[in-house]
T-cell receptor, first 115, second 113 residues
Framework: ETGVTQSPTHLIKTRGQQVTLRCSSQSGHNTVSWYQQALGQGPQFIFQYYREEENGRGNFPPRFSGLQFPNYSSELNVNALELDDSALYLC??????????????FGPGTRLTVL | AQTVTQSQPEMSVQEAETVTLSCTYDTSESDYYLFWYKQPPSRQMILVIRQEAYKQQNATENRFSVNFQKAAKSFSLKISDSQLGDAAMYFCAYSRGNNRLAFGKGNQVVVIP
């Protein structure tokens, strides 16, 4: 069973640029959630995708967008990068079933630095 | 919005001793889930233990146990017989069952040999 993987591991961009981060979910999982973890902080929920549709969003501006593909892998896109976007971006996958909480399995994250 | 508060940014514990991490949360929901996650230097979040709010019995997982006080909205983690591999950031998290987690700021646990 393959775990959650993310690419790239590290990324450096300049202010105003656009970036795409990728996540491959664990085999059999149909839900992907993205979190932003600034230095010294806990992760903040960005949004979640379930069966290729956005299924909830945190307090992030529209320049943060995402996609989920038929194989349930996912992308996080950030436009017009700002210095405050520098953070560790975590992806978590789960198998959504009715009722209850479904354990989320996290990837190792992508460290984004915006200069 | 739910908030999760962790004080004591860094806790030190001697190997084989016990350490307790504190967490409080704010919610108006009656059904929800609470978690402790471990984040080692490798950055990958690992679920340590979970507690369903409707269960009165405190969860335990080997050397890890929680003290869940629903009325006080308190959820502490006890690590017994601390090992060097327990050194990491520990995050308290809340979810109301929609698979979205709200995290606290974390506690750094340092294990002294």
């Amino acid at each position: 069973e393959t775990g959650v993987t993310q690419s790239p591991t590290h990324l450096i961009k300049t202010r105003g640029q656009q970036v795409t981060l990728r996540c491959s979910s664990q085999s059999g999982h149909n839900t992907v959630s993205w979190y932003q973890q600034a230095l010294g902080q806990g992760p903040q929920f960005i949004f979640q995708y379930y069966r290729e549709e956005e299924n909830g969003r945190g307090n992030f501006p529209p320049r943060f967008s995402g996609l989920q593909f038929p194989n349930y892998s996912s992308e996080l896109n950030v436009n017009a990068l700002e210095l405050d976007d520098s953070a560790l971006y975590l992806c978590a996958s789960s198998l959504a079933i009715s009722g209850g909480f479904n354990e989320q399995f996290f990837g190792p994250g992508t460290r984004l630095t915006v200069l | 919005a739910q908030t999760v508060t962790q004080s004591q940014p860094e806790m030190s514990v001697q190997e084989a001793e016990t350490v307790t991490l504190s967490c409080t949360y704010d919610t108006s929901e009656s059904d929800y889930y609470l978690f402790w996650y471990k984040q080692p230097p490798s950055r990958q979040m690992i679920l340590v233990i979970r507690q369903e709010a409707y269960k009165q019995q405190n969860a335990t997982e080997n050397r890890f146990s929680v003290n869940f006080q629903k009325a006080a909205k308190s959820f502490s983690l006890k690590i017994s017989d601390s090992q060097l591999g327990d050194a990491a950031m520990y995050f308290c998290a809340y979810s109301r069952g929609n698979n979205r987690l709200a995290f606290g700021k974390g506690n750094q646990v340092v294990v002294i040999p």
